[in-house]
């Protein structure tokens, strides 16, 4: 029995033959299109690693003129007349030849000029050259540094994996769909995206990711020290601290009024907090950008020009700091983290009321831990930070960085806290002064508590008063109809009973006495 395996041509030609019957008489109601857009960051990544000698193919499942668009915006090739693409075409054998050779001769020619050209094929013409033509297309793969492959299948993504590795090249495959994944396979380094077309990809690659995104800016180590000791022993050890000392209260009770009133703890005061947050990191990544920005595109070469105004008051804050040196990401990572250890230890200082030996020791041993850890990381040639630390602590630069950062956050800080000592302060304020400096305080003024809604709430109550009884021994309430009503008056319930209970106790007084 003989088993016929359809090939793509005539998979290709059915396909075509059923869509003609089918797609007559119809009437168009409307057309959508569906961008895809690309992320940030990606022509100019893909031009940086065109110069740094590393070659580009797109094989997508995409029509010719899709993918055409999309290797010009990402800058896969270059447009007219920097660059020439050349196409790849034919539904014969014929076809297929004298286009390949056409293409194959002028890849020759311009080889040794620096002119950007990228050769274009479709599925059909791939599926011709790599079974009867797979010396020629070897050598054109050898050749050009830019090709787009279009209406390929998962197969011929592999195949064409497979004919770059034979020619000696190291080959990084990434997909982020199922038809990706024996290219993934395939190639040396596979990376799989984990996207909207599932996890296949990802599953099979060596490598995978969420998304195309840049790197993290601190290191695994670096946050995880953060969130471990950095920022929870000086936390744990804040809750010995005191606003006000027991003697201090106990002579001025009526401060307690403040905690009553959540005047300490209120939407005000995390939103105080919250933006010093925000403005600690604004500071933390603008002084840091200095590093790889300034420095080594503005101080390095003079003469160009500062387009960015972020880029000018950086430079005006911090030019005596690193003026002529090179840094890694890596190094700007540490320093910007350095800085936010820093800053730490002074804010919680400066928020600090009652110092003890355990603060002391939380506050300035935490920044001492902090470079003793990074010290001990930076001895190990397998972390990424292998000599980092060493090399920034020998910079007085670094020290310069530090003390630049410091006196940026804190400043604002001091100012504001002597603003609200000296013209805005409170109750809790004043006795905190005094406390520091010694001096007696003649006098708080009133602190009244809350004034509460029960006047509001409380329904007005009734006195009823019988016509032929005394007032003596009359109940307070009464429910009887034949009774005369009187209100507690311009005083509240509480004013009225208490003068109620003076009264019946002078009676009882008179009773007594007589």
């Known amino acids: 029995m003989t088993y016929f395996v359809p090939s793509i041509y005539s998979l290709q030609w059915r396909v075509a033959e059923v869509c003609q019957r089918l797609e007559h008489g119809f009437e168009i109601l409307g057309v959508a299109a569906i961008e895809d857009r690309l992320q940030d960051g990606v022509p100019e990544t893909i031009t940086t690693l065109r110069r740094a000698g590393i070659n580009f193919w797109m094989l997508t499942g995409d029509k010719q003129s899709t993918a055409l668009q999309i290797a010009l915006s990402c800058n896969l090739v270059s447009p007219e007349p920097k660059g020439q693409l ?50 020629a297309f070897t050598e054109l793969a050898i050749l050009s540094r830019t090709a787009i492959c279009c209406r390929v299948t998962p197969s011929q993504k ?4 497979d004919i770059i590795k034979s020619c000696e090249y190291k080959t990084l495959a990434i997909g982020d769909g199922g038809n990706d994944v024996r290219m993934i396979q395939q190639a040396d380094i596979g990376v799989g995206i984990s996207g909207r077309e599932g996890l296949q990809a990802a599953r099979a690659a060596d490598y995978s990711i969420g998304s195309v995104s840049g790197t993290s800016l601190f290191n695994s180590v670096s946050l995880m020290a953060y969130n471990t ?23 001025h009770p009526q401060i307690l009024f403040y905690c009553q009133a959540g005047r300490l703890l209120n939407p005000s005061t995390f939103a105080g907090w919250f933006g010093r947050s925000l403005f600690h990191w604004l500071k933390l990544i603008t ?29 005006v804050i911090t030019v005596h700091a690193y003026a002529y040196e090179r840094s890694e ?12 250890i820093w800053l730490q230890a002074f804010v919680v200082a400066l928020e600090t009321n009652s110092f003890t030996i355990l603060q002391h020791l939380a506050i300035w041993g935490n920044l001492a831990g902090f470079y003793i850890i990074n010290w001990i990381v930076s001895t190990l040639p397998s972390s990424g930070m292998y000599t980092i630390m060493f090399r920034l602590c020998r910079q007085p630069s670094y020290w310069t960085t530090m003390f630049l950062m410091v006196a940026a956050g804190m400043g604002p800080l001091l100012a504001l806290k002597y603003f609200r000592y000296t013209y805005r302060s409170s109750k809790i304020n004043i006795l905190q002064q005094a406390e520091r400096l010694g001096g007696p305080i003649l006098s708080l003024g009133n602190i009244e508590p809350q004034p509460r809604s029960l006047e ?26 034949n009774t005369t009503r009187r209100s507690f008056g311009s005083g509240t319930p509480f004013d009225f009973f208490q003068s109620q209970s003076r009264l019946s106790s002078s009676y009882s007084r008179n009773c007594k006495d007589n």
């Open 329 to 340: 990401m890596e190094e700007m990572s540490m320093v910007a983290f350095s800085g936010c």
């Open 456 to 481: 509001k709430e409380a329904t007005p109550l009734l006195l009823i008063q019988p016509k032929n009884r005394s007032p003596v021994h009359e109940p307070l309430l009464s429910d009887s109809p």
């Open 158 to 161: 592999a195949q064409l994996v």
């Open 287 to 315: 002084v840091s950008d200095f590093l790889d920005y300034i420095i080594e595109d503005h101080l390095i070469n003079p003469g160009e020009e500062v387009k960015d105004a972020k880029a000018i008051v950086v430079f």
């Open 229 to 251: 000791f950095y920022t929870s022993i000086p936390v744990l050890v804040s809750v010995l601290d005191k606003d006000l000392s027991e003697r201090t209260v106990m002579q």
């Open 86 to 135: 050349l196409l790849i075409n034919g539904k014969t054998d014929d076809e297929v030849c004298r286009s390949l050779e056409r293409v194959l001769l002028t890849m020759r020619i311009t080889s040794s000029e620096p002119k950007d050209v990228a050769f274009v094929i479709d599925g059909w013409a791939l599926e011709i050259a790599l079974r009867h033509y797979r010396k």
